[in-house]
């Protein structure tokens, strides 16, 4: 059994979502210390080792938003006792994090807010496993199945829990259902849908109402729906093609496929042959789907055939037929499905009545509900290492608790296995 002691916390990007972390752990009822955060080019902390006060922490955030060009400098003129440590590439970040979260690195927790590129966040990740629980969510290293694999088997080897659910789609629990379901799958296929981008799904909705593709971008630009750097929805294409492939990263990962087992492809059922992201030719293919009833939407489409150990992975925009749950208007909503072949066999943890049908989730994105589930992965981190031994250890929370009998993961597990 292992126990955390006096818990710090480190933080990385203090973007939108970074500085909501902050203000809702501020607001919370147990309030995290945290010793450090870091922008793009500083780390600042406190030259005597202390953690941030309130009024400290809430200056950090003011300098960042007031002057992100010198933000150091701010920050050190305006705390005192306040270090700034300037770093000029990810290398020098990565010894800054190490060298602060050296005594003892098991009480550290590290939220990752940033955006960097995969290369970037790797060589950051690494620094920063050792640590109890590293909260990211950073999608960009996760879509590499090399890097996936590597940085997951450094964290299993140095006990550390991944907090992955915001790489995938924090509203739709990805990360907390498909472990589950690839450790229990035993034969048989699974299909797996997914319409997992929030701003996507709204222009559709829009667009069904009768609004404009362009006058459709502005509200859901202006209602903070978004990608950041969006320039009509080609981001948000990319940023659902991301989710597939850290989706069916972790499958592969954990069916033990290698990457050249995995197929991926895109495919589009529109007249031109092609995936367009202008949001004029999107709009007048789903109005025209709409028209003939079916429900024309962006649909990422995974199979897993435990068989044969392949996973084939789909991302385009396809028409649904109206009798999926998924065929629908689902406003700023994210939605995935998971339907079992019929000779699907699965060992569940107990008996539970077999319903044979589809099990459907649905939830709200955006911004503030990734940093809630940030601090709420934090806060379940400190949880497990608290009360599980580490013989029964998984880098991935969700299933360390399951190992361990968690109540509400027996519950998710109890609902999965009615639903298939």
């Known amino acids: 059994m292992t126990k955390l002691k006096k818990v710090k916390f480190g933080l990385l990007g203090l973007g939108n979502v970074g500085r909501e972390v902050i203000q809702q752990n501020l607001e919370g009822q147990h309030r995290f210390n945290f010793y450090w955060v870091a922008d793009s080019r500083y780390l600042v902390s406190k030259a005597n080792g202390d953690a941030f006060t309130r009024v400290e922490i809430l200056a950090v955030i003011k300098a960042k938003k007031e002057c992100p060009n010198q ?10 006792g306040c270090k700034v440590h300037e770093f000029e590439n990810p290398t020098r970040e990565a010894e800054l994090v190490r060298e602060l979260t050296a005594e003892p690195k098991e009480n550290w927790i590290i939220i990752d807010t940033s955006t960097s590129p995969a290369e970037v966040d790797q060589i950051i990740t690494r620094s920063a496993l050792g640590c109890a629980c590293y909260c990211t969510a950073n999608k960009n290293p996760w879509a590499s199945f090399d890097i996936f694999a590597e940085l997951y088997r450094e964290a299993e080897r140095m006990h550390t829990l991944l907090g992955l659910n915001c790489v995938a789609g924090v509203w739709v629990d ?34 069904g109402k009768g609004l404009s593709a362009d006058r459709a971008i502005a509200e859901i630009a202006g209602s903070g729906h978004m990608e950041p750097g969006s320039r009509g929805l080609s981001v948000e294409v990319r940023d659902q093609i991301l989710k597939a492939n850290i989706a069916v990263n972790l499958c592969g990962i954990f069916r033990g496929i290698s990457p050249s087992s ?22 007048n293919w789903h109005r025209s789907g709409r028209k003939r009833g079916a429900y024309p939407a962006l649909v990422t489409r995974i199979r897993i055939e435990a068989d044969t150990e392949k996973i084939s992975s789909e991302v385009g925009f396809q028409e649904l037929s109206r009798d999926h749950p998924l065929a629908r208007d689902l406003g700023a909503k994210s939605a995935m499905s998971v339907q079992a072949s019929e000779g699907a066999q699965f060992e569940w943890s107990s008996n539970a009545p077999r319903r044979r049908r589809m099990f459907v989730h649905s939830g709200y994105g955006g911004g503030s509900r990734t940093a809630a589930k940030l601090l709420w992965e934090a806060k379940r981190g400190i949880v497990l290492f608290n009360s599980c031994p580490l013989v029964n250890f998984s880098p991935l929370p969700v299933l360390w608790a399951l190992n361990n009998n968690d109540v509400e993961v027996k519950r998710l597990e109890k609902k999965l296995a009615i639903s298939l």
């Not at 990360?175 to 799904?201: A, F, T, V, W, Y």
């Not at 492809?265 to 042959?273: H, I, L, V």
């Open 71 to 80: 933000f150091g400098e701010r920050c050190r003129s305006e705390i005192l």
């Open 174 to 207: 990805q990360m907390e259902i498909l472990p589950i379901l690839m450790q229990r799958l035993r034969s048989g296929q699974l299909e797996i849908l997914k319409r997992d981008n929030s701003s996507l799904n709204l222009f559709f909705e829009k667009i």
């Open 262 to 283: 995995v197929e991926r492809s895109m495919s589009s059922e529109d007249p031109k042959g092609q995936l367009s992201t202008n949001p004029v030719d999107i709009a």
